[in-house]
């Protein structure tokens, strides 16, 4: 990961970096979760565009019929599986990907999962199973890309796949949203940090999406704690997803606002007023303190744009 430096872009200010109306075309992205759901729709979306696909995802199955499916579009493309919650597993994905295609120059991280229920209820077996795929796997897409881009010296792109449960705090879902509000803040840290290197970042924080992650979500953790899934709360919940956004289309827009330049990308606009009631008690809380402890230095130096922290 980049090291700390004397200046940074001031926080909510700095932009994504913007390509030309041709990219993704001839570009490589490498694709986590591409078998099915938002990364099949981003997958479908970049082959459409032009570019080369990595696929990859942990089901065989469905990854050699996404490949042989975008194969007969026209796409170019190759799948590698793999954990991407295994920290040893990265680079090896990474070269083999770059064997078949070339160098990778859009990284996609948006394997997700869902588990337990509330904060109380949750296995720590789960909770780490949550956070491992949702936050640990795009600091480790991160730490593992972001000096293969460095060295090619080009423009590059990576997209986080969080949720709007990671900017509106939702009950019952500790371990999805915990994870998801730390992949926004990872995400605003690296367009911070990588302001002005010619790497862009973007934040996808999709509402509902007709995927199938209730399903998958709940198969896993039945096999991680060995039970069986709530197949009455799998059908309710996929039931309500499939009311959701087209994968599809969402790929779509995510691609035109990469294109653009676009930090965060919203998929409904509907959570407004969730969104704007959760600033409004920050912004109070700010307002009304009374500024017993003087002055801080540190927030000084982040509003003329000075990074506080030394390396």
Known sequence: MPE???????????????????????????VTGAASGIGLGLSRAFVAAGARVGLVDIDDARLA???????????????????????????????AVEAELGPVTILCSNAGVNGGSSAEATPWEVW??????????????ASTF??????????????????????????????YASSKFASVGFSMVLRSELAGSG???????PGSVSTRIAETAAAGQAELLGEEANAEAVAANSAMLA?????????????????????????????????????????????????????????????????????
């Open 128 to 141: 780490r199973r949550v956070h491992t795929i949702n936050i640990d796997a795009q600091y480790l897409g």
């Open 65 to 95: 019929q996404v490949a042989e499916e975008l194969r007969a579009a026209g796409g170019t493309v190759t799948t590698v599986r793999f954990d991407v919650g295994d920290p040893d597993a990265w680079e090896a994905a990474a070269d």
């Open 4 to 30: 700390n430096t004397s200046s940074t872009a001031t926080p909510g200010t700095a932009s994504a970096t913007a390509h030309t109306e041709e990219w993704p075309r001839g570009e490589v992205a490498f």
């Open 199 to 205: 790497i862009g970042v973007s934040v996808l924080a």
């Open 243 to 311: 009311e959701g956004a087209d994968p599809d289309a969402v790929g779509q827009q995510v691609v035109e606002a990469m294109r653009a330049g676009q930090f965060l990308i919203v998929t409904h606009g509907e959570w407004l007023p969730l969104v704007r009631a959760v600033h409004a008690e920050v912004e109070t809380a700010f307002a009304e303190f009374d500024g017993r402890h003087g002055s801080d230095p540190a927030a000084a130096l982040l509003v003329q744009g000075v990074n506080p922290v030394s390396s």
């Open 146 to 175: 972001l000096p293969r881009f460095r060295r090619l010296g080009r423009p590059a792109h990576i997209l986080n796949t969080a949720s709007l449960a990671g900017i509106i705090p939702m009950a019952d879902v500790a371990a």
